[in-house]
C-alpha cells in the first residue's frame, strides 16, 4: 500500500533562510511523486513532479526536490524563502498501477520578516 | 500547464436545499475526474473518482446518494451535494488527470460551501 508522510505541519522561517519540507513515501513499487502548494481558499498548484528521470528536480518559483530511494524522500527545498512562499504544501504520491493518488496531512509554511 | 475550472468558488445555501458544483477541464480532454473535500488545516480526502460515461466510484464512507456526481463529457464533471445539512459545509475541490502515465494531476479553484 502506498503512503505518505509529512513530517512537521509548521514550519517557521525567516525571510532569505532556506525552506525544507520533508516528505517520506511508502509504495511497493516505483512511485511518481508531486508536491503541489495551496494558497488560503485555492485549489492546488503543481510546484513540481518526479517521474523516474532525474533524481533532482526543479519546479516553479525556485524550489527543487530531490528522490532519494534509499531514503524514500522527497524533501522539497528552497535557497531562499520569500513572503509570498507562505503557504500550505502537499506532498503526494501516485503509482499508475492504483491510479490514485494519496496526499500527505500537508505542511504550512510561514515566512517571517 | 492544462486549466482546470471550477464554478462556483463559494455557495451559501439553506438546509435541504441541493447545490450543484461543476468542474470543467477548458483545454484538454479529462477521462477520469477526481472529487475531493478538504477540512480546514486538512488534507484532501478524496470522495469519488468520475469517469466519463460511466459511473463515478466512491470512496468508502461517502454517501453516494448524498454526493450525486455525473461526467457527461470528456470536458465536464459535477458534484451534486443532496438535501445538504451544516456538516457538509467544507471545500470541494475537482482535479482532472493529466495525458501519458506520470499521473500530474490539474485541480480546480475549489468551491466553499457553507449550509445555514
Known amino acids: 500500500a502506498q503512503s505518505v508522510t509529512q513530517l512537521g505541519s509548521h514550519v517557521s522561517v525567516s525571510e532569505g533562510a532556506l525552506v525544507l519540507l520533508r516528505c517520506n513515501y511508502s509504495s511497493s513499487v516505483p512511485p511518481y511523486l508531486f508536491w503541489y502548494v495551496q494558497y488560503p481558499n485555492q485549489g492546488l498548484q503543481l510546484l513540481l513532479k518526479?517521474?523516474?528521470?532525474?533524481?533532482l528536480v526543479k519546479g516553479i518559483n525556485g524550489f527543487e526536490a530531490e528522490f532519494k530511494k534509499s531514503e524514500t524522500s522527497f524533501h522539497l527545498t528552497k535557497p531562499s524563502a520569500h513572503m509570498s512562499d507562505a503557504a500550505e504544501y502537499f506532498c503526494a504520491v501516485y503509482t499508475s498501477g492504483t491510479y490514485k493518488y494519496i496526499f500527505g496531512t500537508g505542511t504550512r509554511l510561514k515566512v517571517l520578516a | 500547464g492544462a486549466v482546470v475550472s471550477q464554478h462556483p468558488s463559494r455557495v451559501i445555501c439553506k438546509s435541504g436545499t441541493s447545490v450543484k458544483i461543476e468542474c470543467r477541464s477548458l483545454d484538454f480532454q479529462a477521462t477520469t475526474m477526481f472529487w475531493y473535500r478538504q477540512f480546514p488545516k486538512q488534507s484532501l480526502m478524496l470522495m469519488a473518482t468520475s469517469n466519463e460515461g460511466s459511473k463515478a466510484t466512491y470512496e468508502q464512507g461517502v454517501e453516494k446518494d448524498k454526493f450525486l456526481i455525473n461526467h457527461a463529457s470528456l470536458t465536464l464533471s459535477t458534484l451534486t451535494v443532496t438535501s445538504a445539512h451544516p456538516e457538509d459545509s467544507s471545500f470541494y475541490i475537482c482535479?482532472?488527470?493529466?495525458?501519458?502515465?506520470?499521473?500530474?494531476?490539474?485541480f480546480g479553484e475549489g468551491s466553499r460551501l457553507t449550509v445555514l
Open positions: 482535479s482532472a488527470q493529466g495525458q501519458g502515465n506520470t499521473g500530474e494531476l490539474f
Open positions: 518526479y517521474t523516474s528521470a532525474a533524481t
